[in-house]
């Protein structure tokens, strides 16, 4: 239990929204997992562990579907108030963009069993080589974020909302640099495409990560920041923990 | 499991003390009832021995005389005059008609004795008879006379006919005279209408409780009148009004110590101020009211708080809430809802001053008055202690007489409480 | 929430509170000023004998609004509500200090006769406390005791138009000469509004009107509360916070006898500033 849900006088109340806390952290670990494993199928070529990815993807729907059904629960029976009612808003919401981190994440698994089910059409190694560093970058902000919900930690969710930026560029440079693959061997197209959808899945994965830490900071502070400037939000934070 | 066992051990100990608990409760319940029925035990022999004692004190024994209104004796014919008709020998009358039934006696003592098996109170039938009907004088009539008290507990059987003819109140020349009268069926027993229309008397069987009861009325009457609006008021103002300091404290306390205060205290009270001091008549109900009025102030300005008391504060804020003035709150809403209570206390406070006597004692209201009071000035007895007084009296007639008055006094008490109880359930209002 | 517009503005309230920090009271988070007030409590401290029930309870009730008061017991949420018509007066021991204006008029000066205001500033009580006359005469009885009826006419108008304003008129307009105790729980409390109202206050004190009532009387007290909103000021106590925030536009939160936060009742319910405001509502509070 941590200081978001414990203190309740009615415990079952703070051990509920507990359970919920960790459905988020559970799920936020599996994704994780999914995200890495479907990025290592591609790197072993290995059709058949790509399988067993989509097959987890499963999970992560139960574990959404789950946490909706204790969401509705609770409102109704305890009509959660202030960080309560951001807490389950904050869950119910991060729980929707790992749900999507997972589908995301099936995408890349799908990418290599297409690249390497009966040997058809493998691309070279170099073209994949953006993926790999991106996954990793990616797989950073998830887990920052989900250090961030569960410390609720504002430093770590504010970088997790700067990482993202640095992404986007990230995004943009490998763009350009496929462009030149396809320049030099038009026969690149298929793969480089398909390479960008999955560059595409990775990005899209670290939009919920910012999105997460987002919402962390709605959690903590009350602010909603999904579509505020960072600077103007950091600026306000520093403000008001000078003010206390 | 181990809960188990743990309830199986309580529940054993538990069953143990079970029986001793239920006995408890029954030796409890025995003991209530018990002494609930030694009470109405009590309650009940009260009544009966009273009243055994006391209905035949509504009968009076009557004779039948032939009396003559002998114009020598009373006046001519024709005559009116109310003065010369009241100062005729009636007494005369009813022993001419006496020795025309006894012609046999005609020693001076035997004729003493003869007359008087005859009320001294029957000569002023007469003389009532003949002035509302002056055309009586110069008839003969068949009239009933009282008889005396000794004649009339020979009747009702109250006098013990095997005793020495020296220890009884009836001799024997007067027991034959009784039987004649009694065969001739010239003795009968009839309604005691004196008992409610006479005042005291030395005669038991002129004797009646009109004059105690028109005291007492007067005495409450003045009672009423002055305890209860200054009761109330103190008690709206106690209450409503006082400040809660000290000094209220004070009052408060000493208001319940008043209660407690033993009548006879008021009674010395009333001597020392009212007619010591202000130099009031002494036996007159003004005074007794006074004095009774101070005694049961406390118990109506306890009654009365309590009442007030019990208006819910809901109501007071309610009236207070919506800009009523304190006075207006008091006056509109919680007076009406807590004056059956005050009644009701008041009513209560009333039947105790309707039974008391010591005070009354104190201020002279003991006198042996024979006139009914016409007015609060007027020297009188209270029903209490004209029970008091005749209980005093030695004659045999006086003992059931006494009875009678105590339950023409317990009735009074009843309906009293009676309307006391109706009050409270006719305008108590629930929330 | 994913409305952009509405997001900003409430930055902006932010901006403008951190702006209006220095004229906020010492204690007490969040605005205590309103713009339009009708009533202005200023630094009011209360006492009951020598004990201080109220500490430097600063707080503005604006006009048309609707003002709660929620607290846990003993905070002295209804000893305040109560400072404000003076129904501390009845208590021979409680003090008041500090100064308490209703539309510019000091209410605790000696000048001022509490009857008065107490016609402007009706209350309405936990416990619905109905006179045990008749409905008619329980309407009636303000009017008649203010002298603010001309004829026997004027009186049934003024009784059927606070009896509809209640929400009540067409429940007894038939048995209009029956004993107000002899209805419902909630009509007897819409009855005891519809009293209040018949002395056209400008300010209503409800000290925790629903708590004796049922589910469906209570939601018909509060439409009835938001319907009043539109004619009256109105401050109200209650232990039931989503009460609070379903009926009122801004809130105050009281805590041992101090004013800890008062803000819009939307802010205090989704983000209260306070530590203690937080766990109150929260149900942490121990």
Partial sequence: MNEMTSGHIVKAYSAELDHLNKLVLDMGNLGQDQLRRA??????????????????????????????????????????????????????????????????????????????????????????????????????????????????????????????????????????????????????????????????????????????GGFVIFLVTGKDVRHEDIQAISAEIEASRMAE | MNNQQQHQKTMERVQQGLDRRYRKERHFRWLGLGAIILGLLFVSFLFITIISNGYTAFQQTYVKLDVFYDPEMIAPIGETDPEVLSRANYGGLIKASMRQMFPEVTNRREKKVLYGLISTGASYELRNAVMSNPALIGSKAEVWVVA???????????????????????????????????????????????????????????????????????????????AFPVGVAAAVYLEEFAPKNRWTDLIEVNINNLAAVPSIVFGLLGLAVFINFFGLPRSVPLVGGLVLALMTLPTIIIASRAALKSVPPSIREAALGIGASPMQTITHHVLPLALPGMLTGTIIGMAQALGETAPLLMIGMVAFIVDVPGSVMDPSAVLPVQIYLWADSPERAFVERTSAAIMVLLAFLISMNLLAVWLRKKFERRW | MNDTSTAKTGLQSEAGAAMKQNRTAEGTVGEVYVDDPRMTCRNVDVYYGEKQAIFDVSLDVGKNQVISMIGPSGCGKSTFLRCLNRMNDTIDICRVTGQIKMDGQDIYDGGLDVVPLRASVGMVFQKPNPFPKSIYDNIAYGPRIHGLCDDKQHLDSIVEKSLQRAGLWEEVKDRLDQPGTGLSGGQQQRLCIARAIAVSPEVILMDEPCSALDPIATAKIEELIDELRENFTIAIVTHSMQQAARVSQRTAYFHLGKLIEVGETDQIFTSPRHKLTEDYITGRFG
């Fill in chain 1, 39 to 212: 990025v290592q199928t591609l790197k072993d070529e290995d059709p058949k562990a790509a399988g067993q990815v989509i097959d987890r993807d499963r999970k992560l729907n139960e574990i959404d579907i789950q946490a909706d059904e204790e969401i509705i629960r609770l409102i109704a029976k305890r009509q959660p108030m202030a960080k309560d009612l951001r807490d389950i808003l904050t869950v119910q919401k991060t729980i929707s963009d790992l749900e999507r981190v997972g589908d995301e994440a099936r995408k890349i698994a799908n990418l290599t069993i297409h690249f390497y089910d009966n040997g058809k059409n493998p691309p070279s190694k170099e073209i994949l080589h953006d993926i790999y560093d991106m996954s990793e970058s990616v797989d950073e902000m998830l887990g920052l974020s989900l250090v961030a919900f569960t410390e609720l930690d504002l430093d770590k969710a504010l970088e997790v909302i700067e990482m993202d930026k640095k992404l986007y560029e990230d995004f943009r440079g490998s763009l350009r640099r496929l462009s030149t693959f396809i320049m030099e061997d038009s026969r690149n197209v298929g793969s480089v495409v398909d390479i960008v959808l999955a560059l595409r899945a990775l990005e899209r994965i670290g939009g919920h990560a910012k999105n997460i």
């Fill in chain 2, 148 to 226: 005396d008290d000794d004649v009339d507990m020979l009747i009702k059987g109250h006098i013990d006919l095997r005793l020495p003819e020296s220890d009884r109140r009836i001799k024997d020349n007067q027991l034959g005279w009784i039987h004649l009268l009694q065969e001739q069926d010239r003795i009968e027993k009839r309604f005691n209408t004196t008992f409610f229309t006479a005042g005291d008397s030395r005669e038991p069987e002129l004797s009646g409780i009109k004059g105690a009861i028109a005291g007492s009325f007067f005495t409450l009457l003045i009672c009423l009148t002055i």
